[in-house]
């Protein structure tokens, strides 16, 4: 069993920065390839990032490519999410999530284990 727990998410005014952070209990993460998704008031869980268990392959939804970058260090056992220029619209709780499955990677199905989440609010 993996119990993730995020950490930094906040408050910023649009094109502001915040990084998240995701660590485990319980198991080293280095095990599992990870996602970042996040969800919004009254939307279902919208793919966010992804990265291979080594970290030699990311991923990014449309919404986020060229602002987001998402990076882990195993030897740290913590994942990151670097979040610039953010918008109003990226205003959602940003779960991540792990997976041992080689399986649609933007699908939140594919993923096993999950954080509770942290809130990003982006104002205008």
């Known amino acids: 069993q993996v119990q993730l727990v995020e950490s930094g998410g906040g408050l910023v005014q649009a094109g502001g920065s915040l990084r998240l952070s995701c660590a485990p209990s319980g198991r080293t993460i280095s095990s599992y390839a990870m996602g970042w998704f996040r969800q919004a008031p009254g939307k279902g869980r919208e793919f966010v990032a992804a990265?291979?268990?080594?970290?030699?392959?990311?991923y990014y939804g449309d919404s986020v490519k060229g602002r987001f970058t998402i990076n882990r260090d195993n030897a740290k056992n913590t994942l990151f999410l670097q979040m610039n220029s953010l918008r109003p619209e990226d205003t959602a709780v940003y779960f991540c999530a792990a997976r041992s499955r080689n399986v649609d990677i933007t699908n939140p199905s594919g993923y096993e284990y999950w954080g509770q989440g942290t809130q990003v609010t982006v104002s205008s």
């Open positions: 990265i291979s268990r080594l970290g030699l392959s990311s």
